[in-house]
């Protein structure tokens, strides 16, 4: 760099006198070069922004400025406030359209959602104007909540709690009304049995228990009560069953009164009961 020497007037020649300036610059050197420019790797930030988080990630000049274009970028947007009880539906809907996806289709949802769950929550979400970041919460939240209840409805334990309570304990009733059902299931309906949750196998139960204590259905027992209290054998008290039903099915395609009907349920119930 050369600095040109500059004459100084001092007034000898009649004219006022002129102050002498700094030297001039010829060559369009800067006196001084920014560190960054000439070596973008060594930029740091001052030492009164170190601790600002913003500068984390800031590693040049041109890191700065694209910060900087980003942040007049944000301010000079139209922004509005968080509705209220008191906006109207118009406001409402601006404020939507400034912090939802674009479209409904946006949101996320785990594999096992079904088409109409993703319709109708993409647009529930859509509708009420959520972030993608707020449905996520949403949807990982209840998608918990739905596996431990899931857990809870088929667990071993969730079902012995079922029993627990129907049988109030007594674990022999529990095994007679399993056989009985055992022995009236095909393997159709014991697979239907199977894939029930704890509460509807527990509603199976008791309607096959209250059956069995009303009308002495757990026929292995019952039938061996009438055998031995009538000296019957098994088949023949199967046989006096038919033959009871069969009197009560006549009765549609005859005269008879309810007393009548009630007197062929007393005897087939006796069979059951072994009651002479």
Same mark, same amino acid.
């Given at each position: 760099?050369?600095?040109?020497?500059?004459?100084? &007037?001092?007034?000898?020649?009649?004219?006022?006198?002129? #102050?002498?300036?700094?030297?001039?610059?010829?060559?369009?050197?800067?006196?001084?070069?920014?560190?960054?420019?000439? @070596?973008?790797? $060594?930029?740091? #930030?001052? $030492?009164?922004?170190?601790?600002?988080?913003?500068?984390? @990630?800031?590693?040049?000049?041109?890191?700065?400025?694209?910060?900087?274009?980003?942040?007049?970028?944000?301010?000079?947007?139209?922004?509005?406030?968080?509705?209220?009880?008191?906006?109207?539906?118009?406001?409402?809907?601006?404020?939507?359209?400034?912090?939802?996806?674009?479209?409904?289709? #946006?949101?996320?949802?785990?594999?096992?959602?079904?088409?109409?769950?993703?319709?109708?929550?993409?647009?529930?979400?859509?509708? @009420?104007?959520?972030t993608k970041?707020?449905?996520?919460?949403?949807?990982?939240?209840?998608?918990?909540?739905? $596996?431990?209840?899931?857990?809870? *409805?088929?667990?071993?334990?969730?079902?012995?709690?079922?029993?627990?309570?129907?049988?109030?304990?007594?674990?022999?009733?529990?095994?007679?009304?399993?056989?009985?059902?055992?022995?009236?299931?095909?393997?159709?309906?014991?697979?239907?049995?199977?894939?029930?949750?704890?509460?509807?196998?527990?509603?199976?139960?008791?309607?096959?228990?209250?059956?069995?204590?009303?009308?002495?259905?757990?026929?292995?027992?019952?039938? &061996?009560?009438e055998a031995?209290?009538?000296? *019957?054998?098994?088949?023949?008290?199967?046989?006096?069953?038919?033959?009871?039903?069969?009197?009560i099915s006549?009765?549609?395609?005859?005269?008879?009164?309810?007393?009548?009907?009630?007197?062929?349920?007393?005897?087939?119930?006796?069979?059951?009961?072994?009651?002479?």
């Open positions: 760099m050369t600095d040109e020497i500059v004459p100084v &007037n001092t007034g000898d020649d009649g004219q006022a006198p002129v #102050a002498p300036t700094d030297p001039v610059n010829t060559d369009n050197t800067p006196s001084e070069i920014p560190r960054d420019v000439i @070596n973008p790797t $060594e930029f740091t #930030a001052p $030492e009164e922004y170190k601790d600002k988080g913003w500068t984390k @990630n800031i590693k040049s000049i041109d890191d700065l400025w694209k910060t900087n274009d980003n942040a007049q970028e944000l301010i000079g947007k139209k922004t509005i406030g968080v509705p209220d009880k008191d906006s109207t539906p118009e406001q409402f809907e601006e404020y939507y359209s400034k912090v939802r996806p674009e479209n409904a289709e #946006a949101y996320e949802f785990p594999e096992y959602t079904t088409d109409i769950e993703k319709e109708l929550y993409s647009k529930a979400f859509y509708d @009420n104007g959520l970041k707020q449905s996520e919460g949403i949807i990982k939240d209840h998608s918990e909540f739905m $596996e431990a209840q899931k857990a809870q *409805m088929y667990s071993a334990e969730g079902f012995e709690a079922v029993m627990k309570d129907t049988f109030k304990g007594d674990t022999e009733a529990q095994a007679s009304v399993k056989k009985l059902l055992d022995r009236h299931s095909n393997e159709a309906d014991e697979e239907i049995v199977n894939n029930m949750s704890n509460e509807q196998a527990g509603v199976l139960y008791r309607i096959a228990n209250n059956f069995a204590n009303s009308h002495g259905a757990i026929e292995g027992g019952a039938l &061996n009560n031995s209290s009538q000296n *019957m054998s098994e088949s023949q008290v199967k046989d006096r069953q038919s033959a009871i039903r069969q009197q006549d009765l549609s395609g005859k005269a008879h009164n309810k007393a009548d009907k009630d007197k062929l349920l007393a005897d087939l119930a006796k069979t059951y009961k072994g009651v002479k």
